[in-house]
């Protein structure tokens, strides 16, 4: 049998700056095992060369690999460590182009607005790069997502602030009550293999085919739509209430992963929220091409489009609007970059807890912390996050020593649920009528009535991805004890023909030993949140979007981040998929490495991913010393947990470079005594060197810190100057280098 090869992938931002540390550590210490390990590129950048590799001089394609992978996951074979990547929108798209561009990559400017097919043709090439077009092809199976014990016996040891939540709190989520995604959804299950057509029929007449979808027997195919003037109503009744209640108004949608439907939605809260600035200067905005789906940055860049004596009055309207309307939640105050600058600035799963920690607070224009309306527009989960935020008002802030967990099983395997919807999302193009057909007898399955630019979208769950759902929520169940929650409304079309498969199936097991419910999100929250105060451990087992939100907001409440958790997708043909956390903070880490030469990333999540990968190794046909070394890794993170040897925030303080030093040196002290007398008299020399050079390696370290790193880039910097900052100690360089 060849030996089994992991796959680490490329990415973006700070883990893959970190990568250029850590991978040349995980190579060698893991050489003994028989291992082989592989690069592979699908950073944003480097799928935009792939998509646009036949346009470019030879010396600068690249093949696509993340097509690779995608065929990879379908093998039992496939061993891979996924790290965080960019879940782009447009404004960030088109600043990696730019980049590119200036590095000397002849590629095409993105056609916001293509004028004839040719950048019809360049615009939908880009847009396969943008939005969540990496997890869908890589997740070939469920998502099983924990704390490890010790990153939670480290949290209580060292908890993070939770700002105390005043009872007298004004914050609230906001939501629709009717005309949303959740009201108008249908729903059915697929009778046999066969093909259905989204149609649209005008009033006017119109006829068009949005698209025909291949469906297997046994598939979940749901449809809704969410009318865009019942949503801008509801923003402008939730703008006046901020004003009304003095707080701020604070926008939460998911704008990069759910790319086609939710930028739309972000798009409407500015037009509500500027709509004197519309009214006033819409003939001029819609010259210079201003997109508020991109966010305010996108009129800003195009500003200078228009003669002075115009952009003088259009920024003193929006200075007039300012004084008006609510203040608006800042993603910066100190550079006046608001909730509404760019739609990938504030995420649904990230800022909701950042707001939660915070004491559900946001910051206000003047840099202070103020109440502030969080404003999820769709009911379907906006419930949930009303029952936290409700519960805390009442109950007070957590307390990270003494909470408990909540473990995630999620359905997301062959693009389940919402997040694999973008191919199925259309704006109908007058009022008119939305029929899913069946193609063979031409049966209408579905019928929607909407309006002229409604968001209107169909998403699957297979009746494969399902059936492993459930097993794998029961076997966790049974391996931990814990309660497990499936968090399904009866009440919503779709989870009600989810419900019928977990009733089915639950029944084919022998449950004597499993407490399971199921329960609609908001009574969910409710029941785990009991638990959870009381120091209980529960396992959500949830749909696609859930599974995100929920992974983000119970870790940030426990450990202080996402990027800890340990997230295991056990591949549907027996391999494996390691996700290495959350990347929601890389870009602030990114920025201060430029500036100061210091990365505070940390790498915990990889350290945890590789063990999980090493025990799948084995089992793929490494050598018996590969259960050894992932015994003395898994270890070495205790230690380096419990010495708190984690990434500081500080320049001067221990940064990324210095935590891979202690993870290395842990794990030689443990590979050194480990009972293989071989590895033992390996690792032994390794480990004392370490020790005895600790000061001489974090002072190479710390030599290139305090300074700007510059590495030529953000989204495709100079890899030769990465490597030289992420790998600044000749000390520690010869001794890991000795052993590769």
Request: aromatic share 8%.
């Amino acid at each position: 049998m060849a030996n089994p090869t992991i796959v680490w992938t490329k990415i973006d931002e700070a883990p893959y700056l970190a990568t250029f540390s850590l991978l040349p550590i995980m190579e060698a210490f893991t050489k003994d095992a028989g291992i082989n390990w592989e690069l592979r590129d699908i950073s944003l950048a480097g799928r935009v060369i792939a998509e646009f590799s036949d346009m470019l001089p030879e010396n600068l394609r690249q093949s696509d690999e993340l097509a690779y992978l995608g065929e990879l996951v379908k093998k039992p074979e496939a061993n891979v460590i996924k790290l965080p990547n960019i879940s782009a929108s447009v404004p960030q798209l088109k600043a990696t182009i730019k980049e590119l561009q200036s590095q000397g990559y002849p590629l095409p400017d993105f056609p916001e607005e293509p004028q004839n097919a040719e950048e019809e043709k360049i615009r939908l090439k880009y847009l396969k790069c943008v939005g969540s077009n990496v997890n869908p092809v890589l997740r070939e199976g469920n998502s099983d997502r924990r704390l490890a014990e010790p990153v939670k016996e480290y949290a209580k040891m060292h908890p993070h602030p939770m700002k105390p939540v005043e009872p007298t709190s004004k914050s609230y989520v906001a939501h629709m009550d009717k005309n949303d995604f959740y009201q108008n959804e249908q729903s059915f299950i697929a009778p046999r293999n066969m093909t259905v057509a989204i149609e649209f029929e005008g009033k006017n007449g119109t006829k068009k085919v949005f698209k025909e979808v291949e469906l297997e027997k046994g598939e979940v195919f749901s449809g809704t739509f969410l009318n865009r003037k019942t949503l801008r109503e509801f923003y402008e009744k939730t703008i006046q209430d901020a004003k009304e209640k003095d707080i701020l108004f604070s926008l939460h949608v998911k704008a990069t992963m759910m790319k086609v439907s939710d930028p739309v939605m972000f798009g409407d809260a500015i037009r509500v929220y500027y709509k004197e600035l519309f009214d006033k200067f819409g003939k001029e905005l819609e010259e210079i091409g201003f997109n508020p789906n991109n966010g305010m940055s996108d009129l800003e860049a195009k500003l200078a489009k228009l003669p002075e004596d115009k952009q003088k009055a259009i920024k003193e309207t929006i200075a007039e609007i300012y004084k008006k309307q609510p203040r608006l939640y800042m993603v910066d105050s100190d550079n006046g970059i608001t909730n509404l600058h760019r739609p990938n600035d504030v995420i649904i799963d990230a800022s909701i807890p950042a707001t939660i920690k915070n004491g559900l607070k946001g910051w206000g224009p003047d840099g202070e912390v103020e109440d502030t309306v969080i404003t999820v527009p769709d009911r379907t989960y906006a419930r949930m996050y009303k029952e936290i935020v409700a519960d805390i008002v009442k109950n007070g802030q957590f307390d990270p020593t003494k909470v408990g967990t909540v473990q995630n099983v999620g359905l997301m395997a062959k693009k389940a649920e919402e997040y694999g919807s973008h191919d199925k999302t259309f704006f109908p193009p007058e009022d008119g009528i939305i029929r899913v057909v069946d193609t063979e007898n031409n049966e209408v399955l579905m019928e929607f009535e909407t309006e002229a630019g409604d968001i209107w979208r169909a998403y699957t769950a297979k009746e494969v991805a399902i059936i492993d759902w459930i097993k794998l929520a029961v076997e966790r169940a049974k391996e931990s004890g814990l309660p497990i929650v499936f968090w399904l409304d009866s009440n919503r079309a779709h989870d009600a023909n989810l419900i019928k498969y977990v009733v089915s199936e639950l029944a084919k097991y022998d449950l004597s030993d499993v407490e399971y419910h199921i329960m609609a999100p908001e009574k969910a929250m409710r029941y785990t949140l009991r638990r959870f105060r009381k120091g209980l451990g529960t396992i959500s087992v949830t749909g696609n979007v859930l599974r995100d939100y929920l992974t983000d907001l119970f870790p940030i409440i426990e450990v202080g981040t996402s990027a800890r958790t340990l997230s295991i997708v056990p591949l549907l043909a027996g391999g494996g998929l390691y996700e290495t956390g959350a990347g929601g903070s890389a870009p602030k880490h990114v920025e201060q490495f430029i500036k100061e030469g210091h990365l505070r990333w940390d790498s915990l999540g990889e350290f945890l991913a590789t063990v999980e990968s090493l025990k799948l190794a084995r089992k793929q046909g490494a050598n018996e010393k590969t259960e050894v070394i992932a015994d003395a890794l898994s270890k070495a993170v205790g230690k380096y947990l419990q010495n708190d040897k984690t990434p500081k925030r500080k320049v001067g303080q221990l940064d990324n470079r210095g935590s891979h030093y202690y993870l290395a040196r842990y794990w030689a002290e443990e590979l050194a005594n480990c009972g293989d007398a071989e590895l033992e008299a390996k690792f032994k020399p390794v480990a004392k060197e370490l020790v005895e050079n600790e000061e001489k390696i974090l002072g190479e370290i710390a030599a290139v810190e305090g300074k700007p790193a510059d590495i030529e880039g953000y989204y495709h910097p100079n890899e030769e100057k990465v490597a030289k900052y992420m790998r600044p100690s000749e000390t520690f360089n010869k001794i890991i280098d000795a052993l590769r």
